[in-house]
């Protein structure tokens, strides 16, 4: 491994929210909420199952990856490989709920495309991908082939950027609009004050002094 190296867990953390990943990779922080906890239970459930084999394909499940070109520098684990009787390989990634709004987030396809980058690396082919969401028990194929340029020039970005912050140190701001919600991070990233409190007292003090 070099320094430049990074994982595809660490991509879906950084377009989930940068300053969140950055409490995460840079400053160590972590903390768990019932969807982290849900996700991983269900993760666990797939990796688990070993994979089988059928007349129509084979299935491979938490299958370590990885890319090395410069330009990438990329390692993870997929959920699950399958390959068919014509020997072309699809990533299958799992997902808890569908989105309401679309088919899928902009944020899952970029994990898949960056395992697909792994994928095809390692085993020499140009594999598809698709979400399957547990909640609906319905799979969505993503359109990585066919928008590859795009999404290839968008990955390098978003690893020159996850790289140069790493070097420096530094932890990205909040982005304007951010949903921080359903965030596990969300008490270390913005802890409340209660009123009460010697350090919140302080804090009013020091607001309310004349200049």
Same mark, same amino acid.
């Given at each position: 491994?070099?320094?430049?190296?990074?994982?595809?867990?660490?991509?879906?953390?950084?377009?989930?929210?940068?300053?969140?990943?950055?409490?995460?990779?840079?400053?160590?922080?972590?903390?768990?909420?019932?969807?982290?906890?849900?996700?991983?239970?269900?993760?666990?459930?797939?990796?688990?199952?070993?994979?089988?084999?059928?007349?129509?394909?084979?299935?491979?499940?938490?299958?370590?990856?990885?890319?090395?070109?410069?330009?990438?520098?990329?390692?993870?684990?997929?959920?699950?490989?399958? /390959?068919?009787? $014509? =020997?072309?390989?699809?990533?299958?990634?799992?997902? #808890?709920?569908?989105? *309401?709004? +679309?088919?899928?987030?902009?944020?899952?396809?970029?994990?898949?495309?960056?395992?697909?980058?792994?994928?095809?690396?390692?085993?020499?082919?140009?594999?598809?991908?698709?979400?399957?969401?547990?909640?609906?028990?319905?799979?969505?194929?993503?359109?990585?082939?066919?928008?590859?340029?795009?999404?290839?020039?968008?990955?390098?970005?978003?690893?020159?950027?996850?790289?140069?912050?790493?070097?420096?140190?530094?932890?990205?701001?909040?982005?304007?609009? /951010?949903?921080? $919600? =359903?965030?596990?991070?969300?008490?270390?990233?913005? #802890?409340?004050?209660? *009123?009460? +409190?010697?350090?919140?007292?302080?804090?009013?003090?020091?607001?309310?002094?004349?200049?």
């Amino acid at each position: 491994m070099t320094e430049n190296d990074v994982s595809i867990r660490s991509i879906q953390h950084f377009l989930y929210c940068p300053h969140r990943w950055g409490l995460i990779e840079i400053d160590r922080s972590w903390a768990e909420n019932y969807y982290v906890t849900k996700s991983d239970l269900m993760h666990e459930r797939v990796h688990d199952n070993g994979g089988y084999r059928s007349r129509a394909k084979t299935v491979y499940t938490a299958v370590s990856v990885y890319n090395d070109l410069p330009e990438y520098c990329l390692y993870g684990v997929t959920d699950c490989i399958e /390959q068919n009787s $014509s =020997g072309e390989y699809s990533i299958v990634e799992y997902k #808890p709920t569908q989105p *309401k709004s +679309s088919d899928y987030n902009y944020d899952d396809l970029m994990q898949v495309f960056a395992q697909k980058i792994c994928v095809d690396y390692v085993f020499g082919c140009d594999c598809t991908g698709y979400l399957y969401y547990a909640d609906v028990k319905k799979r969505i194929k993503l359109p990585l082939s066919e928008e590859y340029e795009k999404y290839d020039k968008e990955l390098r970005r978003i690893l020159a950027e996850i790289n140069d912050n790493r070097n420096k140190g530094i932890i990205p701001p909040i982005r304007k609009g /951010q949903k921080c $919600s =359903g965030c596990s991070m969300k008490d270390i990233c913005m #802890p409340k004050l209660k *009123k009460n +409190s010697s350090i919140g007292k302080s804090i009013k003090e020091l607001l309310e002094k004349p200049v």
